[in-house]
C-alpha cells in the first residue's frame, strides 16, 4: 500500500527546516510564545531561541502571560528570565534618569517616590521570577496580575 501524503508532517518539517536555517537568534517575546504555542513538532527547536539583549518593557509584560502556558516550562522559564534580564536595564535606567530630572528640577517629592519605584521594580522582577519557578513545579499562577502591576509601575513613571 502506497504511503499517504501527511500534510501535517510535512508541513511541520518545513517550519523545522525554516528554524534549523535561523539557528539561534533572538526574537521579541510575543514571537516566542507564539512559535513555542503554534506547533508541538517545532519543541525540538525550541532550546535555541533566546531573548535578545534588549525588550521593550510593555510589549514584553504583555506577552509574558503567553509565554508562559502550555509545555516545555523549564525552556519557558530559560526565556523568561531572559526577557525580564533584557527590560530589566531599560527600566532601571528610565526610572533612575526620571528621578534625576526631579532632583535637578529640585521637586524632591517625586524623585523620592521614583528611587522608590527604581526598588519597587527590582521586586516585581523577583515576583516575575519566583512565579516561573512556581510555573515549572506545576503550581497553578497567574502572570497576568504580576505584569500588569509591573506596567503601571512603568506607566506611572512617565507621569509627571
Sequence with gaps: M?????????????LQSEVAVLGPRSLECADAAELLNSIDDIA?????????AYCAAIETLAAIPLLMRGRFRLI????????LNSIQADVRMRLAIRAEEMALLGRWNPYLALRFLLHRSDAQ???LTALGFLFVLRIPVKFEAACDSMARLLGN????
Excluded: T
Design 44 to 52: 525540538a527547536y525550541a532550546p535555541v531561541i533566546a531573548a535578545p
Design 157 to 160: 513613571a512617565r507621569a509627571d
Design 76 to 83: 519557558r522559564l530559560r526565556l523568561l528570565r531572559g526577557y
Design 125 to 127: 522582577v523577583a515576583l
Design 2 to 14: 502506497p504511503n499517504r501524503f501527511d500534510f501535517a508532517s510535512h508541513l511541520a518539517a518545513l
